[in-house]
Nanobody
Framework: QVKLEESGGGSVQAGGSLIVSCTDP???????????LAWFRQAPGKEREGVAG????????SYSDSVKGRFSISQEDRKLRVYLEMNSLKAEDSAMYYC??????????????????????WGHGTQVTVSS
């Protein structure tokens, strides 16, 4: 079973940067890996939204319009570890950030659609707070 663990959250001033990471601490070369991984976030009173996703083992990445050009998702080679570099942070970026992974293949699938039903595994989240 894939178990995802997020880390790196914290408080930062608006305009600053922060990097959060997601990993499966049990992952190894022999571990079954998902096809893709994404970061979602949810702020109080708001719906959960996908912000960035990446296909495992590729450079293909997708971003929501709200973070495009500011956030960058990357994968560490040979590990199920994904980073989300957040730059030019805004107060509206404050949220609990969740790592999610899945292996769904279906006609019309697009990682950038960030459909929750396409993700089978979820971490418990790491809080990011941006002060304006």
């Amino acid at each position: 079973q894939v178990k995802l663990e997020e880390s790196g959250g914290g408080s930062v001033q608006a305009g600053g940067s922060l990097i959060v990471s997601c990993t499966d601490p049990t992952a190894s070369i022999t571990t079954d890996k998902p096809r893709y991984l994404a970061w979602f976030r949810q702020a109080p009173g708001k719906e959960r939204e996908g912000v960035a996703g990446i296909y495992i083992g590729t450079y293909a990445a997708s971003y929501s319009d709200s973070v495009k050009g500011r956030f960058s998702i990357s994968q560490e080679d040979r590990k199920l570890r994904v980073y989300l570099e957040m730059n030019s942070l805004k107060a509206e970026d404050s949220a609990m950030y969740y790592c999610a992974a899945g292996s769904v293949t279906r006609q019309g699938f697009r990682l950038g659609d960030f459909r929750a039903e396409d993700f089978d595994f979820w971490g418990h989240g790491t809080q990011v707070t941006v002060s304006s």
